[in-house]
Structures are given as C-alpha cells and as structure tokens.
C-alpha cells in the first residue's frame, strides 16, 4: 500500500495534529491491513489482533492516564504516583477494561537517533503492569524510511508478549485518511511564517536609533 516515502519530510507534530484532526474514533483505519506486527510477515488489521473489541473505539489524542483509570487497568497507586503519572501517550485507544493500544507517533530524517534510547519504555512498562486488561498494544506509528531502525528498536525493547502486542504502522499507509489535513495544517503554517517574516523584514528595514 506504502509506494512512497514522505513521512520524513515533515514534522512528527504536523503528523500527529493532522491524524487528530481527521481522526475522532479509530473507525477509519479499523479495519485496513497497515498494522506490521513483529511476529508476523504480512500487514494485519488492529480488528483482527483486537477481536475483542466489536467496533472501532475513540482514539484519544495526548491524554494522561488518570489516578483512578490506572487502578482499573491493575496499576497500584503507588505505582503510578511514582512511576506514571506524567504518562502521556500521542494516542490511546482503549475499550474499558478489555483493550488498550498506545501509539507513539514519531517522523524526521535521523533515524539511527530518534530510535537509540527510546523513552517509550515507560509506555511499554505501564501496558506490562495493567493486570487487568487481556488484550494490549504498543504501537509506533512511522515513515517508511524508518522502518529498518524501528524494527530493531521493537525487537530490543518492546518484545512481544502472550497478551501485549508490539509493531508499527507507516505513515505512508494512512495517506489517504490524513492528506488533506496534512496540506491544511502545513498551508497554515507557511502562511503564518511568511507573515511572520514579513514583519520581520519590515523591522529590520526601519533605520537604527
């Protein structure tokens, strides 16, 4: 589905944003096959490795896990006063106490870097600890171009588990839901930086006291 490579080119928070903004619930990409998972060859869908769940949830955008969420998933409050209580994923989609997926967004032209030291092991320690939910992802969300740094990231340090998926999605794969948000959100912002940069020409062309 990924013939093209562009995710690089454009900044994680452009990525996310656009993805936020074209996605309310997780119905749109529910059910495509964009989800490459470690322990498997072929692109799967997140409604075949989440059965559970009989529709696709909401997808929640920068949201802290809670006091009393964490204790529902099997995380004991001492845990997360310590440990967890700035968690906060680029998106969760979760169906109560049955599933729950983190997706970390990431994108730029350092690969070898983004993925070194990743601080999503706290992500991938909170999903070990919830106790109570049976069916966990953690997913990266990705450029292609990525891909090659990402899986030995994955491998290293988020294993696959019996009960806690691990794996990445491309960027490229979700073209079609995210386009026209991409070409919005940047065309704002260009707009925005040439007014800035008109000002400051304007500025720097006024004569010196």
């Known amino acids: 589905m990924a013939d093209i490579e562009f995710g690089h080119l454009f900044p994680e928070s452009v990525l996310s944003w656009s993805l936020h903004q074209a996605c309310k619930d997780a119905s749109e990409f529910w059910n495509l096959r964009i989800v490459?998972?470690?322990?498997?060859?072929?692109?799967?869908?997140f409604s075949t490795?989440?059965?559970?769940?009989?529709?696709?949830?909401?997808?929640?955008?920068?949201?802290?896990?809670?006091?009393?969420?964490?204790?529902?998933?099997?995380i004991p409050e001492i845990n997360h006063?310590?440990?967890?209580?700035?968690?906060?994923?680029?998106?969760?989609?979760?169906?109560?106490?049955?599933?729950?997926?983190?997706?970390e967004s990431k994108s730029g032209d350092k690969p070898e870097k983004i993925y070194a030291f990743p601080k999503e092991r706290c992500h991938y320690e909170f999903l070990r600890q919830c106790n109570k939910i049976k069916n966990k992802g953690?997913?990266?969300?990705?450029?292609?171009?990525?891909?090659?740094?990402?899986?030995?990231?994955?491998?290293?340090?988020?294993?696959?588990?019996?009960?806690?998926?691990?794996?990445?999605?491309w960027w490229e794969d979700l073209l079609s839901i995210i386009g026209d948000e991409i070409?919005?959100?940047?065309?704002?912002q260009v707009l925005k930086q040439m007014e800035g940069l008109k000002k400051l020409q304007e500025w720097q062309k006024k004569p010196m006291d």
């Open 36 to 45: 490459h998972s470690m322990a498997g060859h072929e692109p799967e869908t």
């Open 49 to 74: 490795l989440f059965p559970s769940l009989t529709k696709a949830p909401m997808l929640h955008f920068e949201k802290l896990f809670k006091k009393e969420e964490a204790e529902i998933y099997g």
């Open 81 to 103: 006063e310590r440990t967890f209580w700035g968690l906060r994923p680029d998106f969760i989609i979760k169906d109560g106490d049955r599933s729950l997926i983190l997706l």
């Open 138 to 169: 953690f997913y990266y969300v990705i450029p292609k171009a990525h891909a090659a740094f990402c899986k030995i990231c994955l491998a290293e340090y988020f294993p696959e588990e019996p009960n806690l998926h691990s794996g990445f999605v």
């Open 183 to 188: 070409t919005r959100t940047v065309s704002d």
